[in-house]
């Protein structure tokens, strides 16, 4: 009987064994084959991310350095352009001071390099309302990165005529008038705004946009203001590339940098970027 | 006694064929359940990385609008093999103004699919899984458009 007893208990012993090592051999074993579902990316997106906020940043800092730099009228307003051979050292400080300070938080390498003289032209510009200019005011214009006229006012049965490159707006008492079309309704409330940031923009009455324009940027014109009248009066500054300042305009700077042009590298361990951009946008 | 000797044999034969039974049982769902935590963690990894490189290509749609001559290089690293066994390819395809990213397993459950509406080309082209590399090229002569390719832009 003790014999019988000690054979079960054996078995019962080698079972029970055999049973825990199968499972616990099943348990290793998907322990083992368990592969976890993430992939291992969230480094490079944050890369790409971080691309894309020093473009931001840089573009928002480099405006802000072109329109307070060397950009500004006797007045203390800024003005569309640069000069050229003070702006580059200013973009050089920058552009130091901005690699010093991003590498401190991370391993990446940021340049940023002014595209010397790549759009010389000319800025005329009329900063205290008073009567608009009368005639021609820049020749020769390639391409326009800024223009801003403001029509403040202007008296029953006069108008002002704005001719811009391929695009002539008729302003009077009544109504904008876009190349043959109306744009702005027949009782106008001033002031009236034309304002074009790199080839193309909008017509604004007292705020509201009428129309959208766009400048051909093909071939080479001239740029008028012409009322027919003394009573038009307001504001102006226009820059031009290639262009030269004309008879009408009020004040005149000639061979600056009317839209400057930048390059910037991004480079860190996963994303390499470079992009030229110009401040007032458009190809310059 | 005779026949008590021999209930205990039989009790033996039966515990031994009671375990066998219990045993291939649990093998056997062990299996099925493997196999298909495979397709489901192999899925979702095929997903995450067509969404990973979806995430690129629009990024890289953005970047190319912030200038003129944009380049943008990125080399994502991904798993060499989905759940460490199964190969794949990610493609990327142009169809009437909607890129298409396919990452293909092979021998593994349906392909993942993603469709983005970009402003920038898509140029077709494939890779292999693992390090990928995805660029942002600018043609040096102008009249050439930029694009987005899988592997080193064409010179």
């Known amino acids: 009987v003790v014999t019988d007893h000690r054979e079960r208990a054996q078995l019962l012993l080698i079972g029970s064994v055999v049973v825990a090592v199968a499972i616990l051999g099943t348990v290793v074993l998907l322990n083992i084959i368990h592969v976890p579902p993430d992939v291992s990316a969230q480094t490079d997106s944050q890369s790409i991310t971080d691309a894309e906020r020093v473009q931001d940043s840089v573009e928002d800092d480099l405006q802000q350095l072109v329109l307070m730099h060397t950009s500004v009228n006797e007045t203390g307003e800024p003005l569309p352009y640069v000069n050229p051979d003070t702006f580059n050292e200013s973009v050089e400080v920058y552009g130091q001071n901005y690699t010093e300070l991003s590498t401190t938080s991370s391993a990446a390498v940021t340049s940023v390099d002014y595209v010397n003289k790549s759009s010389i032209g000319s800025v005329v510009y009329q900063n205290t309302t008073d009567s608009l200019a009368n005639g021609t005011v820049l020749r020769s214009v390639e391409s326009v990165p800024r223009l801003y006229v403001n029509v403040s006012e202007i008296a029953n049965s006069e108008y002002a005529n704005i001719s811009i490159r391929n695009i002539n707006i008729n302003v009077s008492s009544s109504a904008v008038i876009v190349d043959g079309s109306t744009v702005c309704g027949n009782s106008l409330n001033p002031p009236i705004e034309i304002d074009i940031l790199g080839g193309s923009g909008t017509v604004r009455e007292n705020g509201n946009t009428c129309a959208e324009l766009d400048i051909d940027p093909a071939g080479t014109d001239d740029i008028g203001i012409n009322p027919s009248g003394d009573s038009a009066s307001g504001t102006y500054v226009i820059s031009a590339i290639g262009a030269v300042p004309a008879s009408g305009a009020e004040n005149s700077v000639e061979n600056v940098d009317v839209n400057p042009t930048f390059h910037v590298v991004y480079q860190d361990a996963n994303v390499a970027y470079e992009t030229t951009f110009s401040a007032f946008g458009g190809d310059s | ?155």
């Not at chain 2, 593994?108 to 983005?116: N, T």
């Not at chain 2, 995805?134 to 009249?143: E, M, R």
């Open chain 2, 1 to 155: 006694m005779d026949d008590r000797a021999v209930s205990v044999a039989i009790t033996h034969a039966l515990a031994i064929a009671i375990t066998t039974v219990l045993l291939s049982g649990l093998f056997v769902a062990s299996d099925t359940l493997l196999e298909s935590q495979e397709n489901r963690v192999g899925q979702d990894q095929v997903d995450e990385i067509g969404g990973d490189v979806a995430t690129y290509l629009h990024s890289f749609d953005r970047l190319n609008k912030t200038g003129t001559g944009v380049n943008a290089t990125a080399e994502p690293k991904y798993a060499d093999q989905i759940v460490n066994t199964y190969s794949y390819q990610i493609r990327l395809e142009n169809e009437s103004d909607t890129a298409r990213i396919i990452v293909e397993p092979n021998r593994l459950g349906r392909e993942s699919v993603y469709e983005l509406e970009l402003d920038t080309k898509v140029e077709p082209s494939q890779a292999r899984g693992g390090t990928i590399q995805i660029n942002l090229c600018s043609p040096p002569s102008s009249g050439k458009q930029t694009y987005i390719i899988l592997g080193e832009c064409e010179s």
